[in-house]
């Protein structure tokens, strides 16, 4: 199957910084890529989904100016966590879909980010 | 998207078929059967997928119900590495479509 890498793969920060996590589609180009959040024991939520060359698309409940996605290329999208606070620790997983082979969604490894 | 049903957890044998469900009543005609598994702190990895007629690749078999409301997904020889919860998703097949996850079925696969 197609390669997703999502950067860093472990991030512990202080509160008030913010945090750049990066997804790659290595071996495809995606013009559409998603950010999902997972807390401990619960299912994947998609927060946003993002187009190459326009603005994302936010999820109900998801703050759009605390969580800036950029997709300036068809193969990497970024997610910066802004003034990041202990409640914003969760496992943040990116995927990218691929158009050839039947429109699947691959998935990164996945960021576990722990703000102190 | 159509809402799925799974059960919440699951047991099989090393070596044995392992057979997970999944009801999805009310899935539309364009919609596809997707399963999906995540390992323990990792991103949820692609399986197969189908929409109306049974597949099989190299990692599992699929089987969809004539009526398309449910479906089997079958690990035919289940090992410790295929411990995980698996998800079972009904989505359209297009470039914009979403994945909703559910709870899943949580796999474990015992020596």
């Known amino acids: 199957g197609a390669v997703v890498s999502q950067h860093p793969s472990w991030v512990i920060c202080k509160s008030g910084t913010s945090v750049k996590i990066e997804c790659r589609s290595l071996?495809?180009?995606?013009?559409?890529m998603f950010w999902y959040r997972q807390f401990p024991k619960q299912s994947l939520m998609l927060m946003a989904t993002?187009?190459?060359?326009?603005?994302?698309?936010?999820e109900q409940g998801v703050e759009k100016d605390k969580f800036l996605i950029n997709h300036a290329s068809l193969t990497l999208s970024t997610l910066t966590v802004t003034s990041a606070h202990p409640e914003d620790s969760s496992f943040y997983i990116c995927s990218a879909r691929t158009v050839a082979g039947g429109n699947i969604q691959y998935f990164g490894a996945g960021t576990r980010l722990s703000v102190l | 998207d159509a809402k799925t049903t799974q059960p919440p957890s699951m047991d099989c044998a090393e070596g044995r078929a392992a057979n997970l469900p999944c009801n999805h009543s009310t899935i539309s005609g364009n919609e596809y059967v997707y399963w999906y598994r995540q390992i323990h702190s990792q991103g949820p990895q692609y399986i197969i997928h189908?929409?109306?007629n049974n597949e099989t690749n190299e990692m599992a078999s699929l089987i969809i119900t004539e009526d398309r409301k449910s479906s089997t997904l079958i690990l035919p020889h289940a090992t410790l590495r295929d411990t995980a919860v698996y998800y079972c998703i009904v989505s359209v097949n297009n470039a914009g479509n979403m994945l909703t996850f559910g709870g899943g079925t949580r796999l474990m696969v015992k020596p």
């Open positions: 189908g929409l109306k």
């Open positions: 993002s187009n190459e060359g326009s603005k994302a698309t936010y």
């Open positions: 071996d495809f180009q995606a013009t559409t």
